[in-house]
């Protein structure tokens, strides 16, 4: 705006002969140093604000970026967390959970409580893998699998912790 109030400017100096009555009194400067400061303080400014409007738009998806490792690693200790409520009921059952992801236990009445976390857990491994690729979750075990019910946990609750750690890095990268 402020480059279109100079030339504007310039323009009526130029039509009523200002500028060139300056010139013949050898005054150009002090005529034209406005312009040239008006020139320079809007491209400045212009310049500012992009990137501003940049830094901006960086932060925001650091802190997306950083939201979305949050919550898997929110989900991952949830799912140790309701494993080990699982494994509570199967034991109070007297009916040894060993093999949780193994998909082929029943277990006295229990096991849609371990089904269900079957189901939650592979859902967490393919949104994981569509949402966030670059991560590695090699530390927990494919559904079916024969881990045993702590390494389960243990690799859920490490899992939980690189998830964590990740978005820490985010916002320490991101300058929060």
């Known amino acids: 705006m402020g480059l279109v109030i100079a030339l504007l400017i310039l ?35 212009e310049a500012l604000m992009t990137w501003l409007e940049l830094r901006k738009e960086d932060a925001a998806i650091g ?10 690693s929110a989900c991952s200790y949830k799912l140790a967390s309701s494993l080990e409520m699982a494994w509570h009921h199967w034991n109070t059952a007297r009916t040894a959970l060993a093999h949780p992801l193994r998909g082929d236990e029943s277990g006295n009445g229990l096991g849609s409580e371990i089904e269900a976390f079957r189901v939650i857990y592979s859902n967490h491994l393919e949104w994981l893998a569509f949402e966030i690729p670059e991560f590695d979750s090699s530390m927990l075990p494919a559904f079916p699998s024969d881990a045993e019910y702590l390494d389960v946990v243990r690799a859920l609750r490490l899992h939980g912790n690189n998830l964590k750690e990740a978005a ?3 916002g320490v990268r991101d300058g929060k």
């Open 168 to 170: 820490i890095l985010i």
């Open 63 to 72: 802190e997306g970026e950083a939201a979305l490792f949050r919550h898997y």
């Open 11 to 45: 323009i009526y100096q130029l039509h009523y002969g200002i500028i060139l009555h300056a010139y013949e009194r050898g005054a150009l400067f002090s005529v034209l140093w406005p312009y040239s400061f008006a020139v320079f303080v809007t491209l400045a400014w």
